[in-house]
């Protein structure tokens, strides 16, 4: 299947915010190169057209199926944001950093991020992949401020392979967020079902109001919140393929909310923190 | 200021009695005129041609302003979002929210539905300068608070030790102190059971600490009211409010103004958002309509007005209200977001966000409740159609409540919607009774300036009148309302043009003028023995209940932004 490769390089760095949320594949399917130049962008709020920011090169015309459209920016910029607004096929490359809202909404397709991106990425998605090589801010997969439980990803996957900020997967209902790096504090709150894997070490209170789903943190994590309870060991775990091979202690909880989530935490990195649980499971040195 | 002329129109005036007759209104300085005072040359003459005129419409019951509209705004980021609407300058300012709007939202939405006067009917005495600071910057509209008394611990004492006139002296003091224009009983003596006791009161339970009972406080109330013949008497959110079962406490209410001793014929009691406490079974999957046996308890006694709190469904709505053991239970029955704050000596507010649903049993019983009884009592005078915005319904959706009061039509489409077993187990379907334009005249302008007893210069187009006028896109000689009920409510939406205080402010339902109203407030006169007494009695309670300065506490005229007095001569005896 061939693929029209659209790309498009900023002409100058922009100084404010650009709302790029309808340079998505579905915007572009079916349109003629100078249609594209047309197509509307905010700069700052006020409304520009693609050219005035962008230079474009690609085909003359964009083909009807938008699963066979691939937009690359050449360059970066973490003022660019809503890339990939409710994009539901296709690809989007960004070969530098992303601003805000990154994938908000998408639909399917896939987003390549190849520096790092700012808050709210993926979020509110409901399939697709998202992929950022670099860090993201806060609230990577999450729900709008105020918003219930579950309104937060609701399908896809997130993979970050640097760090990630506060509250990542932040009300998320399905789908799956991995980060490879470190994560802040509050990992997971407030989710209703779905993934958040942080491989490396996590801030304060994982899981915070959290009454379904999965947190696993392979790294230290900064406290866990007095409402979840030691439930088991767990000698390895393995979430969609990627296997973790050391011991974990499982938790439950947010007890708060009636929760019902699994909080998985790395043992051998949180020895201090966890060997009073430990004793606890075993019905050992517990004094009353 | 300029001259109008509305020539052609189909004017309908209830308090002058003209009912759809095509007459020319004239507008001068403001007031409207005689049509022979307006000199042509000058005027500006709208063609009002196939189209309704009415006085300025009129919302009774809105909670529009106040801590706990703020507290909403702050407890609801999601409610704002997708309704921004950037400002227009000079003519517009910025519009975002939907279920608690900002300040420039709410004026602007009921300036473009033909409204001019809107009552804010709870707020906490020492809180109202923040309530006043809200109106103040409440664009298009004319304003009025009312100040919550039901659980003030001065007024307990005062009723407890049976000290009529004091009582009557310390409310007089704190309306104009607060600058307020009438009193509002919410679930009376709850508040202060909630914070002793943890539990609210039925209307004959004892309120501890105090040993009197709702009922008391009502009737002194109510005795208090007549005596500082105040212009609209008491406002009274009854005990109760969202239990199964608790229609039999909103008829006992009702009896008490039998028990009082009036002054005139005039109504002395007002239930607000009576649909709240019209509900009859002992649970909520027996719940059943009270609103047959509340409507006869209101035909059968002259001096009980009503408003409804129609239900709206389907629509997200935040529950407000100043009943905080209530508002309790309901975070209970959603369990998402909550919100309570007491303020010291006063009152209690409570917010719990909320979404009445079509298919829901109790909320179709709730949607039906509110209908029955303005269309079985069938008097547009007495019983007033509001959704106790945003508790019930949103005031954006007044038209489509109007709708189903005026066609029978628009009852039985909407009713396809909804919950069937509910609908089956109430009256609503098998009524005919369909409201007339002139109904709504009555029931948007002309019932309600006349219970806020603002009837000499609001509610109608006589001479004399403010010029407050809207005028809908609506011929009532072609277009059936019963039949084409939504030609009704596209016109009753939007405006066709709005005058405010003689100017044009809104044209073809949008926003062309920002302009300000004033606030109304009452300031019954105490006599000079009494006074003294009254004085002694605050620096005493002052320092025994509050935290602030009595000095503190008093709201200057200078900080509302356009004030008008409505002094009161009394009938308290020194």
């Not at chain 2, 003596?189 to 501890?208: H, K, L, N, T, Y």
């Not at chain 2, 159609?385 to 009061?405: C, E, Q, R, V």
């Amino acid at each position: 299947m061939s693929s029209a490769v659209f790309s498009l390089h900023l002409r100058v760095k922009p100084a404010v915010l650009i709302d790029a949320r309808n340079i998505t594949p579905d915007r572009f399917a079916g349109r003629e190169l100078s249609e594209l130049r047309n197509i509307v962008v905010l700069e700052g709020g006020r409304k520009t057209r693609l050219s005035e920011l962008f230079d474009i090169d690609g085909p003359e015309k964009a083909p009807s199926d938008p699963g066979q459209v691939t937009i690359v920016f050449e360059t970066g910029s973490d003022k660019l944001c809503f890339i990939g607004y409710r994009m539901s096929k296709g690809r989007i490359v960004v070969k530098g950093d992303a601003g805000h809202l990154v994938g908000y909404r998408m639909r399917g397709g896939s987003i390549v991020v190849e520096g790092s991106a700012r808050d709210y990425v993926g979020a509110k998605m409901r399939d697709g992949t998202i992929e950022v090589y670099g860090s993201v801010g806060h609230r990577v997969g999450g729900k709008l401020p105020g918003e219930k439980p579950g309104k937060g990803m609701k399908g896809g996957t997130i993979a970050v392979r640097g760090n990630a900020g506060s509250e990542a997967g932040f009300g998320m209902e399905r789908g799956v967020i991995i980060i490879e790096g470190s994560a802040g504090n509050l990992v997971g709150a407030d989710m209703l079902g779905g993934s958040v894997v942080v491989k490396g070490d996590c801030g304060l209170y994982p899981g915070a109001g959290m009454s379904g789903g999965r947190v696993v943190v392979g790294g230290r994590v900064g406290a866990i919140l007095p409402s979840f309870y030691a439930d088991s060991m767990v000698p390895s775990i393995s979430v969609r393929g990627i296997k973790l091979d050391k011991p974990f202690m499982l938790f439950i909880g947010d007890v708060v909310v009636g929760g019902k989530g699994l909080l998985y935490v790395s043992y051998d990195d949180n020895r201090e923190l966890l060997s009073y649980y430990k004793s606890l499971i075993e019905g050992e040195g517990v004094e009353v | 200021m300029s001259e109008i002329l509305i020539k052609n129109g189909f004017v309908y005036d209830p308090i002058n009695g003209i009912n759809g007759d095509v007459l020319d209104i004239a507008v001068k300085n403001g007031k409207i005129v005689d049509p022979s005072q307006i000199d042509l040359d000058r005027a500006l003459v709208v063609d009002a041609r196939g189209k309704v005129v009415m006085p300025g419409g009129i919302d009774i019951h809105s909670h529009i302003a106040g801590p706990k509209v703020n507290l909403g705004r702050l407890m609801r980021p999601e409610d704002h979002y997708l309704t921004n609407r950037p400002h227009d300058l000079p003519t517009r300012r910025a519009e975002t929210g939907l279920t608690v709007p900002n300040v420039f939202r709410i004026g602007y939405d009921y300036a473009r539905m033909g409204y001019t006067l809107v009552v804010e009917p709870a707020t906490p005495p020492i809180k109202t300068r923040h309530t006043h600071e809200e109106l103040n910057d409440i664009p298009m509209i004319d304003k009025a608070a009312f100040v919550l008394v039901d659980s003030n611990w001065i007024a307990l004492d005062l009723i407890a030790e049976g000290s009529r006139e004091l009582l009557a002296a310390f409310l007089a003091w704190l309306l104009s102190a607060t600058k307020t224009y009438a009193l509002k009983l919410v679930d009376p003596g709850s508040d202060a059971a909630w914070v002793v006791a943890g539990r609210g009161v039925d209307i004959d339970e004892q309120i501890p600490v105090y040993n009197i009972t709702p009922r008391d406080i009502i009737r002194e109330m109510c005795n208090a009211a007549q005596m500082l013949n105040l212009p609209h008497k008491l406002h009274v959110h009854c005990n109760r409010l969202g239990y199964p079962g608790n229609y039999l406490t909103t008829l006992k209410t009702m009896e008490i103004t039998k028990d009082i001793s009036r002054v005139s014929e005039a109504p002395a009691l007002h239930i607000t958002h009576v649909q709240f406490t019209g509900y009859k079974g002992d649970s909520w999957s027996t719940l059943e309509s009270g609103g047959e046996d509340i409507a006869k308890a209101t035909k059968a006694n002259p001096y009980v007005t009503l408003d409804l709190g129609q239900v709206i469904l389907g629509r997200s709505a935040t529950t407000m209200t100043a009943d905080a053991p209530f508002e309790y239970v309901l975070y209970h029955l959603t369990r998402w977001k909550w919100a309570n704050a007491d303020t010291e000596v006063e009152a209690a507010a409570g917010l719990v966000p909320f979404k009445y649903r079509k298919r829901s049993y109790v909320n179709t019983v709730q949607w039906a409740i509110g209908l029955e009884i303005a269309l079985i009592v069938r008097d547009p005078w007495r019983v007033i159609p509001t959704t106790d915005h945003p508790n019930a319904g949103l005031f954006k959706d007044y038209p489509i409540m109007l709708s189903w009061l005026v066609s029978r039509r628009a009852r039985e489409e909407y009713a396809k919607k909804v919950n069937r077993s509910a609908l089956k187990r109430t009256a609503l379907l098998s009524l005919d009774t369909e409201f007339s334009l002139y109904d709504v005249a009555i029931m948007t302008r002309a019932a309600p300036a006349k219970l806020l007893g603002l009837d000499k210069f609001k509610g109608h187009l006589g001479v004399g009148a403010d010029a407050d006028i809207a005028i809908y896109d609506l011929n009532p000689r072609e277009v059936d309302v019963s039949r084409d009920y939504e030609r009704f409510v596209d016109a009753f939406r939007r405006a066709w043009l709005v005058i405010k205080n003689g100017e044009i402010v809104v044209k073809e339902g949008e926003v062309v003028k920002t302009v300000y109203g004033r606030t109304y407030y009452v300031d019954p006169e105490i006599p000079g023995e009494l006074k003294k007494e009254l004085e002694d009695l605050l620096k005493r309670k002052f320092k025994e209940y509050y935290s602030i300065a009595l000095d503190s506490f008093l709201t200057g005229e200078h900080e509302l932004r356009s004030a008008v007095k409505i002094p009161l001569s009394t009938r308290v005896r020194g």
